[in-house]
Nanobody, 119 residues
Framework: QVQLVESGGGLVQAGGSLRLSCAASASIYSFNGMGWYRQAPGKQRELVADITKSGRKNYADSVKGRFAISRDITVNTVYLQMNSLKPEDTAVYYC?????????????WGQGTQVTVSS
């Protein structure tokens, strides 16, 4: 069973920065891709950024130019650098990993880390 452990959340003022980390219990090359999602109170979970096995990155429009996803394969960790944070970025952030099993895809989730941006 793959485990994803997030860290790095916290309380920050608007305009500040945070870096989230997601440590995987398996080689991140075993996944089709990994990503960060977030869920604010009363809202659906949404994709923030993801990175494919080949290294291609994708961002939600709302975070383009402010957030950056990266990975370190030597420690099986994916990061989300968040700059110029806004109050609307407040949410629980979840790490995701997608694994292909034959014709099916298996998604793994971390426990989530709270990010709160004060105005």
């Amino acid at each position: 069973q793959v485990q994803l452990v997030e860290s790095g959340g916290g309380l920050v003022q608007a305009g500040g920065s945070l870096r989230l980390s997601c440590a995987a219990s398996a080689s991140i090359y075993s996944f089709n891709g990994m990503g960060w999602y977030r869920q604010a109170p009363g809202k659906q979970r949404e994709l923030v950024a993801d990175i494919t096995k080949s290294g291609r990155k994708n961002y939600a429009d709302s975070v383009k130019g402010r957030f950056a996803i990266s990975r370190d394969i030597t420690v099986n960790t994916v990061y989300l650098q968040m700059n110029s944070l806004k109050p609307e970025d407040t949410a629980v952030y979840y790490c995701n990993a997608e694994e292909r099993d034959g014709l099916e895809y298996i998604n793994y989730w971390g426990q989530g880390t709270q990010v709160t941006v004060s105005s």
